[in-house]
T-cell receptor
Framework: DSGVTQTPKHLITATGQRVTLRCSPRSGDLSVYWYQQSLDQGLQFLIQYYNGEERAKGNILERFSAQQFPDLHSELNLSSLELGDSALYFC???????????FGPGTRLTVL | AQSVAQPEDQVNVAEGNPLTVKCTYSVSGNPYLFWYVQYPNRGLQFLLKYITGDNLVKGSYGFEAEFNKSQTSFHLKKPSALVSDSALYFCAVREYNFNKFYFGSGTKLNVKP
């Protein structure tokens, strides 16, 4: 158990809908990272937050957004969902931006 | 552009034999290099990292990796494979002073009894 929690574990929704994925980092970790893992794209870095502020941005679509709250938990919002958004979404945390990342168990999103 | 390549989709090895999972990288500055392992239906688990110093890095579960700057490689190794090592292995790189991480496509390691 890495200490990073993600909810929900599974999410099934329809195209065009909006969902919110939640991540709680390890105690003391200020950085949160979001990744998308799909069969054809592999593991893609989406975005990083550090202590509430956006630190780095990767291959994140404009339909996706994220934020980190004062208690350091983070949410990833996915809107106008498409079939191709079906994937595993992982959250990871680290003490600071340069350190080892610890991954949560992931949220499996299925868009029908 | 920064990138990571894992040239083998799958590596098969017999239990007790040494294993190597290959990784090459491309960054414009000094790299931070990582290996992670993913078991089915689980998140990624950290194995080891290279930041600076000795080119041979030792990590969890008996794994080690060798940083080779001239070949821009960071191959994962283990002297004696276990069936329980069977999993998906990811190499990752972060460029010094930047916070974006790049992961390889993953290599499936199959260790047969």
């Amino acid at each position: 158990d890495s200490g990073v929690t993600q909810t929900p574990k599974h999410l099934i929704t329809a195209t065009g809908q909006r969902v919110t994925l939640r991540c709680s980092p390890r105690s003391g970790d200020l950085s949160v990272y979001w990744y998308q893992q799909s069969l054809d794209q592999g593991l893609q870095f989406l975005i990083q937050y550090y202590n509430g502020e956006e630190r780095a941005k990767g291959n994140i679509l404009e339909r996706f957004s994220a934020q980190q709250f004062p208690d350091l938990h983070s949410e990833l919002n996915l809107s106008s969902l498409e079939l191709g958004d079906s994937a595993l979404y992982f959250c990871a945390s680290s003490v600071e931006g340069q350190d080892t990342q610890y991954f949560g168990p992931g949220t499996r999103l299925t868009v029908l | 552009a920064q990138s990571v390549a894992q040239p083998e989709d799958q590596v098969n090895v017999a239990e007790g034999n040494p294993l190597t999972v290959k990784c090459t990288y491309s960054v414009s500055g000094n790299p931070y290099l990582f290996w992670y392992v993913q078991y089915p239906n689980r998140g990624l688990q950290f194995l080891l990292k290279y930041i600076t110093g000795d080119n041979l890095v030792k990590g969890s579960y008996g794994f080690e990796a060798e940083f080779n700057k001239s070949q821009t490689s960071f191959h994962l190794k283990k002297p004696s494979a276990l069936v329980s090592d069977s999993a998906l292995y990811f190499c990752a790189v972060r460029e010094y002073n930047f916070n974006k991480f790049y992961f390889g496509s993953g290599t499936k390691l199959n260790v047969k009894p």
